[in-house]
């Protein structure tokens, strides 16, 4: 429950249009005014702050030293679900706290005064959460949130991730939940940038970049699929 809460409010976080309002001040003139510069660095000490409250533990977590502390106190069925509640509790605490760099700005567009512009951003980012969404179902969500090892654990069954294919669990041992792509569009495709979300958006487009680290293997073994899957679904059409 406490992940759906945190992704839904991740989704209005940065998915909502920003209002452009006109005291705010370009990002080329704030170094003129020495109390807006200090204010504003206050702001984004305190988000950083804020960032590394979300990311360090969503690292640690992940660690094998981590796994080995569950594993040897025979609480390997709870890690993934611990690690869940953890990253989501701190993610909803950065949303909350966030501060808004006040008035400075990157770019900004209007997308209110324009209703194209205001459906196209609007239908962009609905098509990339979907696409979240879908590659989320497509790799087992429930296992991904931690609830199927919970089950299998009660039930006395083997963990979900012995029933999937070597290779399959090679590659979600480097890429545990979609999307780069997606989630990058999410993050630069909004109408205003100020500094507070130049900031957000580039620690965290990097820690993905490092985070998700597929290798030629898992790329075969993904074009392989794909073949695959094509291949039945002609199968399934032609007769």
Aim: proline share 3%; glycine share 4%; with cysteine.
């Amino acid at each position: 429950m406490a992940t759906f809460l945190a992704i839904n409010k991740l989704i209005l976080f940065l998915s909502t249009p920003g209002e452009v309002r006109l005291e705010k001040v370009w990002f080329y003139n704030f170094l003129d005014n020495a109390t807006l510069t200090h204010e504003i660095l206050s702001t984004i000490v305190a988000d950083l702050l804020l960032l590394c409250l979300f990311i360090l533990p969503h690292s640690i977590l992940k660690a094998d030293a981590v796994k080995g502390f569950f594993h040897r106190r025979g609480l390997s069925s709870c890690e993934r679900s611990i690690y869940c509640l953890v990253s989501s509790s701190t993610l909803m605490v950065l949303m909350k706290y966030w501060i808004a760099a006040p008035g400075l700005i990157i770019w900004r567009l209007d997308v209110a005064a324009q209703d194209r512009l205001w459906w196209l951003f609007v239908l962009i980012h609905a098509f990339a959460w979907i696409i979240i969404f879908g590659g989320s179902l497509i790799m087992d969500l429930i296992e991904i949130m931690g609830a199927k090892q919970v089950y299998h654990e009660a039930y006395n069954l083997a963990p979900p991730l012995l029933y999937k294919a070597i290779e399959l669990r090679r590659l979600y041992s480097h890429v545990r939940h979609p999307s780069f792509i997606c989630f990058t569009i999410i993050l630069w495709t909004v109408n205003i940038l100020t500094l507070d979300r130049f900031v957000l958006n580039t620690l965290l487009t990097l820690y993905m970049y490092l985070a998700w680290n597929p290798d030629a293997q898992d790329l075969q073994y993904h074009r392989s699929q794909l073949s695959r899957k094509k291949y039945e679904l002609s199968l399934k059409i032609q007769g």
